[in-house]
């Protein structure tokens, strides 16, 4: 059975930063697709950044060079590194890992944790 568990996320002021983790068991990350999304109240859920099996990775264009997703495989943890928050990054980020079988894709999501950024 697949878990996410993230943690790291809170209370940060606009020009800060923090660093989720998205801790998996059940799986191993070198193996799938992981990551990150976040939902507001206003927007459905959005991707923020992927981490794909080949280490390649994919930003939202609202986080590119502010964001940064990266694993440690000993760990079989995900992690995004947020800088230079905005407001606008207020929101709930869900660790995911997609794993595609036979041309379809299989989700596993965490339970999410709440990022808030004061202005």
């Known amino acids: 059975q697949v878990q996410l568990v993230e943690s790291g996320g809170g209370l940060v002021q606009a020009g800060g930063s923090l660093r989720l983790s998205c801790a998996a068991s059940?799986?191993?990350?070198?193996?799938?697709?992981m990551g990150w999304y976040r939902q507001d109240q206003e927007k459905g859920r959005e991707l923020v950044a992927t981490?794909?099996?080949?280490?390649?990775?994919n930003y939202a264009d609202s986080v590119k060079g502010r964001f940064t997703i990266s694993g440690d495989n000993a760990k079989n943890t995900v992690y995004l590194q947020m800088s230079s928050l905005k407001p606008e990054d207020t929101a709930v980020y869900y660790c995911?890992?997609?794993?595609?079988?036979?041309?379809?894709?299989?989700?596993?999501w965490g339970q999410g944790i709440q990022v808030t950024v004061s202005s």
């Open positions: 981490l794909a099996r080949s280490g390649s990775t």
């Open positions: 059940g799986t191993t990350i070198i193996s799938d697709v």
């Open positions: 995911n890992r997609r794993r595609r079988i036979f041309g379809k894709d299989f989700d596993n």
